[in-house]
């Protein structure tokens, strides 16, 4: 349950009704405590410690001062209508709290209280009617079961955790939205650990109202934000988690995102063989791929790629030039480049002749290895570096100088040769990879540089800017309102499915389906053998588990004989099916069978599938996804992105396959699917043949599965 606050009354953005929660001038506490160390008295401490400029409101009826403040007996008796106010009462006590917050005129609540729906039952129940409550008061609701906000810029923490005892966050532009507190505050501490600053989190706890998509948005639309950690367990609302993505990408700021738990849609759509290989996870990354958004494998990679982040460069079409003093950290750097894809182009040619008349001995390929001889000529390293930029072109650049390039003799006189090529090149991304602390570090951290220990988290963040570079350079994916497409009252048979795709541009084989052996030989005389024979019924959609598709057929005494004993295994083994005969159909010959298929997702909607067929599909599993809809480009970006492209490229002597026109086939399904709407549950398409180049794509069988409509309803 999830109270709508699409557009602030101000006529500011969806995520505006955040602010009383997150930039406060008011804050009530009620169940205030005089016990710092309580919940109910850690945020009124932490506040006072930290400077908070508004007004803070204990309220507990058995206290008329708290931790030095006026505390008052009610909410009743509050002096004003606060901007917030946190919630730290036991859960029978909250829905009564929230409706007299409401009716005093309070903007936004927070509830520490636990007891809700986390707990199933009663507690589901009392979380709807805060939900109710709230939603009557317009007031936005953060939890329950949370651990709250906090904004450093202002001193303000409605936040109980034990965490800010070890410190506060550092200064800072990185946001966290976190769905759970805890680990917000893990992230917290790793943050200050890594001189990361994160002055404002947000920790969602049950979402009854404010979401992570909420908490994202407010975010990204913050001034005092340019980069957004977030930490996922399920996505609760994705109308809103889509919009903050959106306003991500509007305002240039990546998400970083680390999403876990992984379950697979197949118990969904028994009959969809696209729905075993669509997993929550990977429908989850196909839509994230529209968005500026990186998905972090673990804690240690969220916090490198966040970190790098700060730098605010982007490089589109990046590649990756280093500069070392060690051979063996070039070798270390080019197998991670090369395992996510990043590349590492050589210099050229006339620039490496250059570089070895400056340094006989030196070897400047890409690693540029200037060996230990620049530490005793640092205009070394400069004129090196800078040919790396001017004549290599690289968007990003490592420096790999490890514990040399903190020593006192070498370190703030190598910064500041890094520091000239960084000031004349401000649009490329620079970082040194060196071992130091503390003082050690500080010309290089002056200067601006982002630092890391392990070239090799370097490699991924590197890559992972990158990737965000190509993300803000595309426009936003329009997603159309479905229709164009009506689709049947029931799941319809092959036949039929194949004819209302063909409407939509997916062309099959000739073919036709026959009610006697006598129409089914003159049928393949006229289309040529040899021919492929079915059992044509809407009750048997896999009809290969029964033997009821018949390859290679070419004679007309086959096709007889083929006819009759389709007939018998339907009989035989779905005595209950409606047999409307046998399909006929030319068999393709001389292509690559691939699969492709669609899988409406409950939460994010159709998303297409595509791969090889046999082995490559049913074991491998490699395949590619994508939201629908999307044009031919991006289909054949995704037809040349799984491991066995090369196989439709013309590997080892194969005829190269007609790509163009098999991304116009999984084009146009993606387009059929966004238009036929939520009744279309999963097409497959299996096999697909890519015929030779020129002699286009087609679609020799179909599965078309729809939400059937009951009789006599409207469709």
Known sequence: MSVSHAQHPGGASRFASLTPLLQPRSVAVVGASSDPHRIGGRPI????????????????????????????ASVEALPEAPDVAIVALPAPQVLETIRALGRKGARSAIVFSSGFSEVGGEGEQMQEALVEAARAANMRLLGPNALGVFNANLGYYAFFSTSLERGTPLAGRVGIATQ??????????LARQRGLGTPICVATGNEADVTLGDAIGWLVESPEVDVVMAYAESIRNVDSFLAALAAAHRAGKPVILHKVGRSELGGRAAMSHTASLAGDDKVLDAVLADYAVVRARNTEELMDIAYLATQRIYPVNNSLGMITVSGGAGIIVSDAAEEVGLPMPPMPEAAQARLKQRLSFASPINPVDCTAQALND??????FTESMVVDGGYRSLIAFFTQAGTAASIGPRLAEQFARIKADHPERLFVVSVMGEGEELAPYEKAGFALFEDPTRAVYAIQAMGRLGEAFARPLRQVPAPGGVELPAQTPGEAEAKQLLAGAGIESAPERVLGNAADAVAFAEAIGYPVVLKIASADILHKSEIGGVLLGVDSAAAVREGFDLLLRRA??????????????ARQLQGGVEC???????PQFGPVAVFGLGGIFVEVLKDVVFRRCPFDAAEAEAMIRGIRGAPLLLGARGRPVTDVKALAQVLSRLSRFAAQAGPRLRSVDLNPVFAMPEGQGAWAADAVLEVQEVAHGAES
């Open 180 to 189: 759970s507190g805890a680990y917000g505050a893990h992230l917290l501490g």
């Open 595 to 601: 699969f492709m298929g669609i899988q409406r997702d």
């Open 378 to 383: 640092l205009s070394l390293v400069h004129d």
């Open 45 to 72: 401490a932490y506040m006072l410690r930290n400077g908070f400029a508004g007004r803070i409101l204990p309220v507990n009826p058995n206290r008329s001062e708290i931790q030095g403040l006026p505390a008052f």
């Open 571 to 584: 009989a035989e083994h779905a005595p209950a099916a409606r047999i409307d005969g046998v399909l006929v």
